[in-house]
Each structure stands twice: as structure tokens, then as C-alpha cells.
């Protein structure tokens, strides 16, 4: 069956510039994740849906990131006035019920801050 | 905070080889752990779920336990091949929201 699929796979953008991630779940997943991962660093985790709300937005790094989810579905990350510390491999998570359950991750995407 | 610990960075093996993966967190109070293996461009694939009720998990050649009361966890690799070869995330779950990661093992298993 189809896994979770995240585009692009790969974005180079240019410092400053705005920047759209996009998750699409496992069909009938109500909670997803974000995380990201930087070069020679442990994943890092951003914030969680639950249905369209996020409980916990404990891990975005600066007010620059903000995500959305719209019809308990499709989740976007967006990075504003993109910096080079930004750079990272963006990766997505979802599972059927929140906590307990197994976390199925996309392939992620990796942004390139010049 | 949670933090998760994984020890060795790197390991190298020749095929064949048995081998042990150790992963260690400082709150014992989580819901479950689980194993990932990460491969170059590709995204994480789940290999082992653990619920903190239980001790060990077994699928296939892999075997995952942990101890929850000493913090630990261990992913048991068996016959290893050179297909093996990735990098081994142990992540736990202290709530309903989030993973905490390690910053994984790098295997290779040399044919």
C-alpha cells in the first residue's frame, strides 16, 4: 500500500527566500509528525498533528517555521526567510492513533540553503 | 529532557558475523522504543516497536530487548550480510507526541 510521500524530494534555495515542504500520510493516519535532520546530528523533532490541531509546536527552532495540516490529511511545513542553518533533511512522520502506536516516515526532504 | 544514547557511532563487521547494537535513555518513564534503519536517501523504515510492558521483540534475524528500569535497550543482529549495511536509529516515545532519537549507529557489514 502507499507510504508516506513528502515533495519535493530534493530544494536548493537561496537565503532569505520562502520555502513550502509538503506531507502526504498514510491514508486514514490521524496524527503526524515533523522532524528534521541535520548533518551529523540525531533527527530532531519540530511539532505534531493530531486530526488539523497541533498539541505541540514545542519544537519549532524560531517564529520563521510554521506548519499546517488541512482535512486531517496533507501537512505543510513552511521555512520563512530561509537561512543556511535551515539546511537539513525535513522528514515526516504519521501513525494511526498518537503516541503508542508505530511512526511511519517518508523519505524526506532534503533543503539546501545557498 | 529525554536524551538517547547509542554506542558505537560506527561498526564494521564481515558478513556472517553476529553482532550487538546498544542504545540507552536517561528517563526510564516511556510508552514505547522503537529501532529504525536508515538508508542513504531514503526515509526510516521501522524494523522493531517495544511497548515498555514488554521485554523483547523478535522479527526475523533481528532481536530487540530492553530494560526499561536501567534505561537500555539492545538490537541483536543475527548472520549479518552486507545488505545489513545502513544506519540503526533507536528512538523512544516518553509521551503521546513525539520521538526522542539517537543519533544512530553506522553498520557496515563487509562481504
Known sequence: ?114 | KQEVTQIPAALSVPEGENLVLNCSFTDSAIYNLQWFRQDPGKGLTSLLLIQSSQREQTSGRLNASLDKSSGRSTLYIAASQPGDSATYLCAVLPGANNLFFGTGTRLTVIP
Open chain 1, 1 to 114: 500500500g502507499a507510504g508516506v510521500s513528502q515533495s519535493p524530494s530534493n530544494k536548493v534555495t537561496e537565503k532569505g527566500k520562502d520555502v513550502e515542504l509538503r506531507c502526504d500520510p498514510i491514508s486514514g493516519h490521524t496524527a503526524l509528525y515533523w522532524y528534521r535532520q541535520s548533518l551529523g546530528q540525531g533527527l530532531e523533532f519540530l511539532i505534531y498533528f493530531q486530526g488539523n490541531s497541533a498539541p505541540d509546536k514545542s519544537g519549532l527552532p524560531s517564529d520563521r517555521f510554521s506548519a499546517e495540516r488541512t482535512g486531517g490529511s496533507v501537512s505543510t511545513l513552511t521555512i520563512q526567510r530561509t537561512q543556511q542553518e535551515d539546511s537539513a533533511v525535513y522528514l515526516c512522520a504519521s501513525s494511526l492513533p498518537p503516541g503508542g502506536d508505530t511512526q511511519y516516515f517518508g523519505p524526506g526532504t532534503r533543503l539546501t540553503v545557498l
